[in-house]
């Protein structure tokens, strides 16, 4: 039963790898003829300051994402899990931008940050967003971690919200029993009894926002200049630009990039004893 599932995987994943490996040590534009430079293109990528850019953003853009995306879903649990009105209808409005298109989402924000917002700003005279963000290199980084953390909230909060679940009433009540307050509440019993998840959501998605691609495409397209260019974007470009192997040399570098910082955050998981 393993044979079909090996052979599909090595078809269209192991295959496709080590032949972009194999190109990366060529001058292969992406047609016509190619032969062998050997580390060339390593050599040219990291004196390259575009790319060293698409690098600095990626992580600075993940960095962020992780950080806003967590601290606002545990809030937003946290008061998804209190005992108010209509906490159902509240948790179903939330979790719409969870099944939406990542693609659909950016293009509608784009739309908004482009033409609604600065229509309505210079309407009420303010000023700061008469203009689109997305046009201005020193924020139109704002606006792609709003719109990630926008659609990535719903999901992060599903966990939190599984884990504070998790946590036996009894032990509030006899926290409420000791005098201790809300924070106090939170600082030493929920926030250690859901440790484990609040792992789990920084790992994953610090490793999916490396990744970035679908939103920063439709809403600016990298721009502007490469301002909000990632590493995903840079590499795709190789496919038309006729930088085929240069690129492939560039995915080499951050697939192993990759790879040690999940084998890092492996290491954490194993010793917090929390699974996956």
Excluded: C
Aim: proline letters at 4%; a positive charge; charged letters at 10%.
């Amino acid at each position: 039963m393993l044979v079909p599932v090996l052979a599909l995987f090595s078809l269209f994943i192991v295959f496709p790898a080590l032949t972009g490996v194999l190109f990366s040590f060529t001058n292969y534009a992406g047609y016509g003829d190619w032969k062998f430079i050997g580390a060339l293109n390593y050599v040219n990528m990291f004196k390259d300051p575009t790319i060293l850019q698409a690098y600095l953003f990626t992580f600075f853009f993940a960095l962020v994402s992780t950080l806003v995306v967590n601290v606002l879903s545990l809030a937003l649990a946290l008061a998804l899990n209190a005992k108010i009105k209509w906490r159902t209808g509240m948790r179903t409005l939330f979790f719409i931008p969870m099944v939406l298109s990542g693609l659909v989402v950016a293009y509608v924000f784009n739309y908004l940050f482009s033409n609604t917002i600065p229509a309505l700003a210079d309407s009420l005279g303010f000023t700061p967003l008469a203009s689109s963000i997305l046009s201005d290199e020193r924020f139109a980084w704002i606006a792609v971690v709003f719109v990630t953390v926008w659609q990535a909230a719903p999901g992060v909060t599903i966990i939190y919200l599984a884990g504070l679940q998790s946590i036996p009433g009894e032990v509030h009540e006899a926290a409420e029993l000791d005098g201790a307050g809300g924070f106090r509440k939170f600082a030493s019993i929920t926030l250690p009894l859901i440790l484990g998840y609040l792992v789990i959501n920084v790992i994953l998605g610090f490793k999916g926002y490396l990744g970035a691609y679908e939103i920063i495409v439709a809403l600016t397209g990298g721009g502007p200049g490469t301002a909000t260019q990632s590493v995903a974007m840079k590499i795709f470009s190789g496919f038309t630009g006729g930088d085929y192997a240069y690129q492939m040399a560039n995915a080499v570098v951050f697939f192993i990039i990759t790879v040690a910082i999940s084998l890092f955050q492996l290491r954490i998981i194993q010793r917090r004893g929390v699974s996956l």
